[in-house]
């Protein structure tokens, strides 16, 4: 079996090694556009930031090790077309301009997405940065760190410029955050991005909402972000409005994409073509609790998506049991989660839904510091099926998160969960954990 992978970060390299796993007589021959493998690019913001100092514990296995898996690998190679007729791909090396073309028995479409550029004058300026490959991050992180660099603008208030927000206060900048819609973290629930948007401005972040850019100009020695309400003077821009699909050298074969440009999969990875698979963040995916397709681009659908993909590559026919859109950010001082449908979702697909917001102590008052969690139920009226949840805190808020995330995958009730035996001792937890106050008053 020959099989080509396009694509070397989650995804692709999850694919690779269950294929290589499974089929150790397979040929397999990854092509990644990039210079680097199997990199964990959620952590480049604390790179950047200082958190971390070491970009090489960023990589999670080295070429070397794929090479030694007989996993054969070629940087800086891009898909420019593939012939799904005839089993064909065309390909670039961007280091000596040369084509070439590799056949295939069986191919996953692991090219990931890129960054969304805003389409106003300058924003291609070199001084406007987009921090979405290993290869920003080193960059920015050169930049950031600039004697000269004090004062640091942000476009886009999701995961991303928020993360880099924290990083930039960290290297002790001025931060000016500006975002068109009306409130931070869309995926979370208004009561929390509101959280967030007052922890960042405790923090000195000048946050600017329901702005819209308008252009980017530069000067000698500033840069200046334009907006539908003011300007603002930067050392640095950074803009993170969102992500798109890396498909579009797709564009001329018969497989099916979103609207977005995702490549439409089934549960067990593959496309709509024989032979052909995908997953990561140029893919959509299965969505547990909605039961449609959904397209997040996270790092723990990727690795887990292309693992199946891996599997079935190889003949298998594993099938994904469904994401539910569970995330998490740090916030300064502030730890947030989220997971499964949000309120605004729920009513949309006609679910008779009602929503609880509850505070409660992490743990009890005769152990010292207790903090505050704030937790938002969302579940089916009746059935009291629980159906997404949004938890945060100053501490030990997120890995609670998780467990409401296991009780919307095994379809739990809050009734259910409010009983489940969790543990308790004063040092982490109430007699009545603040997961079992939320989903009893949940009724």
């Not at 990083?167 to 509101?194: C, N, Q, W, Y």
């Not at 074969?253 to 593959?270: F, K, P």
């Not at 004063?426 to 106050?437: L, Q, Y």
Request: glycine share 10%; with cysteine; net charge negative.
């Amino acid at each position: 079996m020959k099989a080509i992978v396009l694509g070397g970060v989650a995804a692709g390299m999850s694919a690779a090694s269950k294929l290589k796993r499974e089929r150790p007589d397979a040929e397999i021959a990854v092509y990644e556009r990039g210079s680097f493998l199997s990199y964990g690019a959620c952590g480049l913001p604390y790179y950047i930031g200082g958190f971390n100092t070491d970009a090489d514990k960023l990589i999670a296995r080295t070429r070397e090790q794929y090479d030694q898996l007989g996993i054969r690998t070629y940087l800086r190679h891009e898909a420019l077309r593939v012939d799904t007729t005839a089993k064909r791909v065309e390909i670039i090396n961007h280091d000596t301009g040369a084509i070439l073309t590799d056949d295939y028995d069986t191919l996953m479409i692991a090219v990931g997405c890129q960054s969304i550029m805003p389409k106003v004058d300058g924003a291609d300026l070199p001084s406007v940065f987009y921090v979405k490959t290993m290869e920003d991050g080193l960059l920015f992180e050169k930049i950031a760190h600039l004697q000269g660099v004090k004062d640091v603008a942000i476009v886009g208030g999701g995961y991303i410029g928020v993360e880099m927000a924290e990083a930039m206060l960290h290297l002790g900048k001025h931060v000016t955050l500006i975002e068109a819609a009306d409130r931070l973290l869309t995926p979370f629930e208004a009561e929390f991005s509101e959280m967030a948007a007052q922890e960042l401005e405790r923090n000195g972040v000048i946050l600017r909402l329901k702005e819209r850019v308008t252009a980017f100009t530069e000067a000698q020695d500033h840069r200046v972000v334009h907006t539908d309400l003011g300007e603002y003077r930067a050392d640095v821009v950074l803009v993170a409005i969102g992500v798109v699909p890396a498909t579009g050298f797709l564009k001329d074969t018969r497989l099916d994409m979103a609207r977005n440009g995702a490549l439409i999969v089934d549960r067990e990875q593959r496309t709509n073509l024989p032979d052909i698979f995908s997953a990561g963040d140029c893919a959509v995916c299965w969505h547990r609790v909605a039961q449609e397709n959904y397209f997040l681009p996270l790092g723990t659908v990727a690795n887990k998506c292309g693992r199946i993909a891996g599997a079935n590559m190889a003949g298998g026919h594993e099938i994904f049991d469904g994401a539910m859109g569970t995330a998490a950010i740090k916030v300064c001082e502030l730890e947030m989660a989220r997971t499964g449908l949000s309120e605004a979702d729920a009513r949309r697909k006609g679910i008779d839904t009602a929503v609880k917001l509850v505070t409660a102590s992490d743990h009890p008052s005769y152990y010292p510091n207790p903090t505050k969690l704030t937790i938002k139920l969302i579940y089916e009226k009746g059935t009291l099926r629980l159906l997404g949840a949004n938890i945060a805190g100053a501490k030990n808020a997120v890995l609670r998160g998780d467990i409401f995330a296991t009780a919307i995958h095994a379809g739990m009730t809050t009734a259910e969960l409010g009983m489940v035996d969790l543990a308790y001792a004063p040092p982490f937890a109430t007699v009545w954990d603040a997961v079992h106050i939320a989903a009893n008053a949940a009724k």
